[in-house]
């Protein structure tokens, strides 16, 4: 059965640093990649990583996706922390190479809270 599991969220001051992680199992990935929702906002495109990598402008210079296909886990190191990052971090994964980096997928993880304090 395929599952993704976030881990690595928490609590942390403004300019610092945190890893989340992603696991996951059952099969391999075309397309992996991480949302995040804020209380009383949509959910949001954070970065994604297929063959290159994309980030919303949001995030360009501090965050970065990385994959370890071996492990089958993907990252988001998240760096220079603002509390605009505050939210719901999900990881989700697409079988199919194909497509926006935007667009659907086909399994969501449960989420991770990272919460920044100012």
């Known amino acids: 059965q395929v599952q993704l599991v976030e881990s690595g969220g928490g609590l942390v001051q403004a300019g610092g640093s945190l890893r989340l992680s992603c696991a996951a199992s059952?099969?391999?990935?075309?397309?992996m990649a991480w949302f995040r929702q804020a209380p009383g906002k949509e959910r949001e495109f954070v970065a994604a990583?297929?063959?290159?990598?994309y980030y919303a402008d949001s995030v360009k210079g501090r965050f970065t996706i990385s994959r370890d296909n071996a492990k089958n886990l993907v990252y988001l190191q998240m760096n220079s922390l603002k509390p605009e990052d505050t939210a719901v971090y999900y990881c989700?994964?697409?079988?199919?190479?194909?497509?926006?980096?935007?667009?659907?997928?086909?399994?969501w993880g449960q989420g991770t809270q990272v919460t920044v304090s100012s």
């Open positions: 989700a994964a697409r079988i199919s190479y194909i497509g926006s980096a935007y667009g659907r997928y086909d399994y």
């Open positions: 059952g099969r391999s990935f075309g397309v």
């Open positions: 990583s297929a063959y290159s990598t």
